[in-house]
């Protein structure tokens, strides 16, 4: 899958972009990430970006000519790739929109910056726009980052294991059950007995049990939505019937 970014600050994407999973999933041609730098299509000699908002007011917006001529000269002027402005006035970015945009063989991130874009960028270039949470950052750039982690591990082949994304908090509209790993006993807090057990179909059981568990307690909005079956209901009224001791 490609990714092409578009930035006023291309130096932050690499330290995080080549290492670990992301770097190994480059190094195997499974996701190609490419930064380009919007000043390098600004035409005058100080290479300007932005400039004072008309009708006055605080800060700097980002300006218009740059943005459409590097996203232009990069993608072409047609193009059926998703162009995303990253924005805190875009849909939240969820699971779901992830599981959404992999589908897509290419994507095109813009990270605003300053007080914002030239609203003609908006209007006419942007296709998609995204927040990653009802608060402001100082730039797209992070949740660029986001989004390209986030999409990536839904990609066959970047997690070692197969399965490992469909497991995931949220990937089942659940959040994931607790994890454990050696030793078995740490200053007497042990591990559950059933998971050394070797009996996978109730291990199989127990964290799902485990996943309603933390949901109700912990995000119970998300039991709205999430594809529950019978079973699942009669645990949940079973846990609803401890009270407080979820």
């Not at 568990?213 to 912990?218: D, E, I, Q, V, Y």
């Amino acid at each position: 899958m490609e990714f092409d970014v578009f930035t006023l600050l291309p130096e932050v994407f690499p330290p995080y972009l080549n290492s670990s999973i992301l770097n190994r999933a480059s190094q195997h041609g499974l996701i190609d990430v490419r930064i380009h730098n919007i000043r390098d299509w600004a035409t005058d000699k100080h290479h300007v970006t932005d400039d004072e908002p008309y009708g006055g007011g605080g800060g700097m917006v980002m300006k218009v000519e740059p943005v459409f001529a590097a996203v232009e000269s990069v993608l072409g002027p047609e193009t059926g790739c998703p162009i995303i402005l990253l924005t805190p006035q875009g849909r939240v970015f969820s699971q779901k929109i992830a599981m959404e945009l992999v589908r897509n063989a290419r994507l095109a991130l813009i990270c605003g910056r300053y007080e914002g874009v030239d609203e003609r960028i908006r209007e006419h270039l942007v296709t998609d726009e995204i927040s990653i949470g009802d608060y402001v950052l100082t730039g797209g750039e992070l949740p660029a980052l986001i989004l390209i982690d986030a999409i990536s591990r839904l990609i066959p082949g970047v997690l070692g294991d197969p399965d490992g994304a469909m497991d995931d908090s949220h990937a089942t509209g659940l959040l994931e059950y607790p994890h454990y790993t050696r030793p078995a006993e740490f200053r007497g807090w042990d591990v559950p007995e059933i998971l050394l057990s070797g009996d996978h179909a109730k291990i199989q059981k127990w964290r799902r049990e485990q996943s309603l568990r933390r949901t109700l307690k912990r995000r119970p909005d998300l039991l709205e939505s999430a594809p529950l079956n019978e079973m699942d209901r009669k645990v949940l009224k079973k846990i609803e019937g401890e009270g407080d001791n979820l």
